[in-house]
């Protein structure tokens, strides 16, 4: 996946930055649904999944969310990203924000909102009611991470500008009928 686009450090950026990230990585996962393995498994996308079946499908404050990386597939995910930014390489720690911020930042982004920010964003009048694709469900299902950065050029100095590329591996926390295409 690719965001290109301001990242600000956790503490400086809102819900509304936060759902920015949401939306620009929105098409890419739902066109992700339309590829091998996953365009044979539409069951999992249903409102009532039947019981006992997989579902990547959840529903927060009456906005439905789809996440490939969920409980309901048994998936966690491997992240590596490299972040491409308007700062010398090897500056993790600056006055433009450390790069631990920017990574929460980005990862709450990546996942489904809370039921507090649905509420929050809904009261502000950016969700609706369609299916919004995200990669997590959960930010706590990232059990590797590896992050590189390095200089983009071309942008001012101090810019928020951020191209981040990341490559996503799937794990399985179970191993189901279901999600073994998946895994594999």
């Avoid at 009456?62 to 966690?76: A, E, M, R, W, Y």
């Avoid at 490559?167 to 895994?183: D, H, S």
Wanted: hydrophobic share 40%; aromatic share 4%.
């Amino acid at each position: 996946m690719i965001f290109d686009g301001d990242l600000r450090p956790r503490r400086r950026s809102d819900i509304e930055d936060i759902h920015n990230i949401r939306l620009a990585i929105h098409p890419q996962m739902q066109n992700l649904w339309q590829h091998e393995p996953l365009v044979h498994s539409t069951k999992w996308l249903e409102a009532e999944p039947v019981k006992g079946d997989l579902t990547a499908r959840d529903e927060v404050d009456g906005q439905p969310f789809i996440s490939i990386v969920s409980k309901g597939l048994f998936t966690q995910a491997e992240l590596d990203v490299l972040l491409l930014r308007a700062q010398p390489p090897g500056q993790l720690v600056t006055n433009q924000g450390d790069i631990d911020n920017r990574m929460k930042t980005l990862f709450d982004g990546l996942r489904i909102p809370t039921k507090a920010e649905a509420k929050e964003l809904r009261g502000r009048g950016l969700l609706a009611t369609d299916m919004v694709y995200c990669l997590m469900q959960d930010d706590a299902l990232v059990s590797k991470l590896t992050v590189t950065t390095d200089r983009l050029l071309g942008e001012p100095l101090g810019s928020n500008r951020t191209l981040a590329i990341i490559n996503v591996k799937l794990r399985p926390t179970r191993v189901a009928m279901g999600n073994i295409g998946l895994v594999a």
